[in-house]
């Protein structure tokens, strides 16, 4: 069963890769063929097992908006675990005795309630004994169950989590520093808890489960380990565990301590319960802790070091950062030399001076960060310029917390999305230049404008000592950088991110000036709307972009560093002779249907209004919907394609069929 489950998990993901790419990124990752087959799969896999997940596009869980959440009284009280942070002591504890040990996730615990196989009713820990009911939240977390094959009511226990990469992904969209999220658990907490479960589905929610609550004539041999697997079969992701006793404890403990500065949720330690659930029963509790399972909390390795200066970093909001830089320091086996200091109010509430003496440590063994400057000779001064475009600053109270801001609108460090967009895949195609690592460089004063980013090997040394980096890391980012400098110029006016021209449209408008860049930016506006699918909105961003000297300023030191290579001329004129294609839905790269059909005709097709046995082709974005001509065209076995299908046999100068698409 776990392993169908599995299979389940891999369609879903393709699936909804899929959608995502159709319906928001206007690209094709499959034919709706392979769409459909993988579909179908997938809703027989769920009537065969009884197990459907909550993130399957085989189900919709409908919004809704709440004035509040309503409340419950729990069962049986949720208490709060003992802790230790000693080896020994947890060794003790567990005695003679076989334990269940898995990571202490640190999220928000919630209570599932399952009746005749469906989800019912899901409830957060709340203080305790009462909790806050959250059912239709949870069923848009990325991997609840909503059906399972036990038809016997369950009640289970789990915690939602958001991981790191999410979280920094959400916090980052994110333009007000101040309304940005603490931690994943502070994220995970309000995304729970909100009053309205779109925002919940937004923000990638997932749900470990770690014990059974109350369950009608089951039978797991009276141990713990046996629960969490049989959850599993039901298709719930598990908290990861490991069996253990006195003889193995300590290699197990650091199994985990090895793996939590990889781990991508957030964990706070590790919890240790006694596999014989007859025994655990029958333990009962204190008045503060149930005594069948303990927490372990890592020890905080402190090191001592003298801070060299801070760095300011600016981000693409505006906000400047300060960053410590102290003498290198070995931490949780690594060595760290770096840590933020999160904002003004901390740097001024820690007194940092250069040359301080500092106490570091590592928050949950990840995060570098200052717990203490024993000389206190600070605060250092804030500076007045911004390190990367040399503008004003202005610190700004948000929330009676201090922020330093660079006043400038034109800042570079506030364009990142334009530099990530230039370097993107069918951009400039320079792999190894993630936004994050493209924002480093920018605040370092590494990229100021594109044609920099050519330049790079002039910060060779700088690059190589920054954390994360290397002399491979640079190595591999230099190739690719000067694989990217022979170029076309397709993906050159694509990547400049002028307003409307897409991808698509950037091929329409090269091809139309035989790819020569002199005649491309010097088109006219009359050029432009004489092309068949440009019209007067797209015309008029590319004229405004080409008329600003700073742009032109911009593509001119750009292609002096660029090889401009011309692609071969292709016959395609009449690609689409004798076909005949309907249009329906909303469109994406045209205006208007008029001038689709203008494209479509140049290149020898034919547009009708109504879908016949003459059609060869409807083009429809949104092949899934239940409209008359998709309905029409499925009777009659005539194929569904997009607009970005019919413009990729246009780039290609390749007639339908003649390849797979």
Request: a neutral charge.
């Amino acid at each position: 069963m776990a392993d169908i489950i599995e299979i389940m998990k891999q369609k879903i993901e393709i699936l909804n890769k899929a959608s995502k790419a159709y319906y928001q990124e206007d690209t094709e990752i499959m034919s709706n063929m392979e769409f459909d087959r993988l579909y179908d799969e997938l809703a027989e896999l769920e009537r065969e097992t009884g197990i459907v997940l909550s993130n399957s596009p085989t189900v919709r869980v409908g919004y809704e908006l709440l004035s509040e959440l309503p409340k419950e009284r729990h069962e049986k009280p949720m208490l709060s675990l003992d802790k230790t942070k000693d080896i020994k002591s947890l060794a003790e504890w567990l005695g003679n005795r076989v334990g269940v040990l898995s990571w202490k996730l640190d999220g928000i615990t919630i209570v599932l309630t399952y009746s005749d196989g469906n989800l019912v009713k899901a409830v957060t820990r709340g203080n305790g004994e009462i909790g806050e009911v959250v059912t239709n939240n949870v069923k848009v977390f990325r991997n609840i169950p909503l059906s399972i094959t036990c038809k016997k009511n369950l009640v289970i226990r789990g915690e939602a989590v958001i991981g790191y990469s999410d979280f920094e992904r959400i916090n980052n969209s994110i333009e007000n520093v101040g309304a940005r999220f603490k931690n994943p658990r502070n994220l995970c907490s309000g995304s729970v808890r909100h009053l309205n479960n779109k925002i919940t589905a937004e923000r990638s929610v997932y749900f470990f489960a770690f014990s059974i609550v109350k369950s009608e004539d089951l039978d797991f041999d009276n141990s713990r380990a046996n629960q969490l697997e049989w959850l599993k079969k039901q298709g719930f992701d598990i908290v990861q565990y490991k069996v253990v006793n006195s003889a193995n404890l300590k290699e197990a403990v650091q199994w985990f301590s090895d793996r939590i500065a990889k781990y991508d949720y957030p964990a706070d330690g590790l919890v240790l319960s006694y596999d014989d659930l007859s025994y655990s029963e029958s333990l009962g509790s204190t008045a503060k802790f149930p005594r069948d399972s303990i927490a372990f909390k890592w020890q905080d390795e402190i090191k001592k070091t003298k801070l060299l200066k801070i760095e300011w970093s600016t981000s693409r909001t505006g906000l400047i950062n300060p960053i410590a830089v102290f003498e290198p320091v070995e931490l949780e086996g690594t060595t760290v030399k770096r840590a933020s200091v999160h904002n003004i109010s901390v740097m001024e509430s820690l007194k940092l001076g250069i040359g301080d003496t500092i106490l570091v440590y590592k928050a949950n063994m990840i995060i570098p960060q200052i717990s203490q400057n024993l000389t206190m000779s600070g605060p250092v001064k804030t500076p007045e310029n911004c390190p990367v475009c040399s503008g004003k600053t202005l610190i700004r109270e948000e929330n009676d917390v201090k922020f330093l801001y660079c006043t400038n609108d034109e800042c570079i460090a506030k364009k990142i999305k334009s530099f990530t967009h230039f370097v993107s895949r069918d951009a400039m195609g320079i792999e190894g230049l993630s936004e994050a690592t493209m924002e480093k460089f920018i605040s370092m004063g590494f990229i100021k404008k594109y044609a920099d980013i050519f330049m790079l090997d002039e910060h060779k040394t700088a690059i190589i000592e920054m954390e994360g980096f290397g002399e491979k890391s640079f190595n591999r980012l230099w190739n690719a950088v000067n694989k990217a400098k022979k170029t076309n110029t397709v993906r050159l006016l694509y990547s400049l991110g002028i307003p409307n021209i897409g991808l698509s449209n950037a091929k329409l408008i090269c091809r139309n000036f035989s790819y020569e860049w002199e005649r491309i930016e010097n088109a006219t506006f009359e050029q432009l709307t004489n092309i068949p699918g440009i019209g007067d909105v797209i015309a008029n961003e590319f004229i405004k972009f080409f008329r600003d000297e700073r742009n032109k300023s911009t593509v001119s030191e750009l292609i002096s560093v660029l090889e401009i290579e011309k692609p071969d001329e292709l016959d395609n004129k009449q690609i689409f002779s004798n076909l005949q294609f309907v249009v329906t839905g909303s469109l994406q790269h045209f205006s208007n249907r008029s001038e689709l059909k203008n494209l479509i005709e140049s290149y020898g097709g034919k547009v009708t209004n109504s879908v016949t046995s003459k059609t060869n082709y409807l083009i429809n974005n949104d092949s899934m919907s239940g409209s008359s001509k998709n309905k029409k065209a499925r009777e009659l076995g005539i194929s569904i394609i997009s607009e970005n299908t019919l413009l990729d046999w246009i780039d290609r100068g390749l007639p339908p069929g003649s390849e797979p698409v």
